[in-house]
């Protein structure tokens, strides 16, 4: 443990394989990973968000992907984890934020308005951040305002008073932050009010089953309330039906995500799906003035 903590403070990847029972493969994973960085084999896909009550497009989520070239595409769960014991989470996290700016760049020279979000692991909530946020700000000219952070409850709970630090410092420099999966972990409200956020995410598991399960469709009222109480914006992620989308609606939650709307897409297909939704829209509400 000793050796470890040296090698930490002089800032080079450990992995303790203490850690679990498959440490040989995750070590090669680890290994791979590294190369897949230099390889192009990591890609973002965006998944819209919808503003409830207009369906107008609000913004993009980034969700890293890995075409790995034995085991096929991979999703985060299967190396953000793995990434998030070592140093190489503070260079995916890098390289994510470059690249959903880069893309969304490219999008609003379009015309496209939207914003991007980004997920953020709960270490790279740290100083850290606020100088790779300002690099990528600063290289694609994006409005801070159209970047959201999404951090989880965890990175809040686990170091409250640097979570606090870090998403103030961004919050005066413009930038909105989300708390993810919000539910799923233990966030005191005190917690939750001293944090300067915009918005609250409520976790799928609240979400999919809505419709059938009073329980949640209990939690799911009393967090958009709460956080409404509390000035913050809120998003449901994963609405599968259009019965999911109508409740939420009627309780006023003020984003939506989720498979209904779109899965997530590679980057060439956003400009298009953007289009075509907007004409969608178009369309419903000619058909919704003539039918009344
Ligand atoms: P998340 O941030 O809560 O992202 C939402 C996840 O729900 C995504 O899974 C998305 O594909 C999935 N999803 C969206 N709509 C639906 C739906 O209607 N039904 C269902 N069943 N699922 C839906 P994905 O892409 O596998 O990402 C999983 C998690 O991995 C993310 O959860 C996030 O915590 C993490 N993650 C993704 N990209 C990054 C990244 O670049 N950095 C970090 N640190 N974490 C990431
Ligand atoms: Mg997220
Ligand atoms: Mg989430
Ligand atoms: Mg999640």
């Known amino acids: 443990a000793m050796y470890q903590a040296k090698r930490e403070r002089a800032g080079v990847a450990t992995y303790d394989p203490a850690f679990d029972d498959h440490s040989t493969d995750r070590l090669e994973t680890l290994a791979h990973l590294r190369e897949a960085m230099l390889e192009d084999q990591l890609h973002v896909r965006y998944q819209p968000v919808i503003r409830a009550d207009d369906h107008t497009l609000t913004g993009f989520e980034a969700l890293l992907r890995w075409q790995h070239p034995e085991r096929g595409l991979l999703l985060p769960a299967e190396f953000i984890p793995i990434a998030e014991r070592t140093s190489l989470i503070h260079a995916l996290t890098r390289w994510v934020l470059l690249t959903a700016v880069r893309d969304a760049t490219r999008w609003r020279q379009e015309g496209l308005q939207a914003t991007v ?3 953020i692991s709960p270490m790279s909530l740290e100083f850290g951040l606020l100088g790779i946020v300002e690099e990528v700000l600063a290289l694609h000219r994006w409005p801070a305002e159209l970047l959201v952070l999404e951090i989880t409850e965890s990175a809040v709970t686990d170091n409250p008073d640097t979570a606090r630090a870090v998403v103030g410092s961004l919050r005066d420099r413009g930038i909105q932050v989300s708390v993810d999966d919000f539910g799923a972990g233990f966030t005191s409200l005190s917690q939750l009010r001293g944090l300067p956020v915009h918005q609250l995410k409520i976790d799928r598991q609240f979400i999919t089953q809505l419709e059938r399960s009073p329980s949640d469709d ?24 259009e019965a999911t989308a109508a409740r939420l609606v009627e309780l006023e939650c003020d984003d939506l995500q989720g498979f209904w709307f779109a899965r997530p897409m590679i980057a060439s297909e956003v400009l298009g799906w953007a289009s075509e939704h907007a004409a969608s829209r178009t369309t419903s509400a000619v058909a919704a003035a003539a039918a009344s």
């Open 117 to 119: 979000a980004v997920n």
């Open 218 to 241: 209990a939690v799911v009222t009393s967090i958009i309330e709460l956080g409404h109480r509390l000035g913050l914006s809120i998003v449901a992620e994963g609405v599968e039906t």
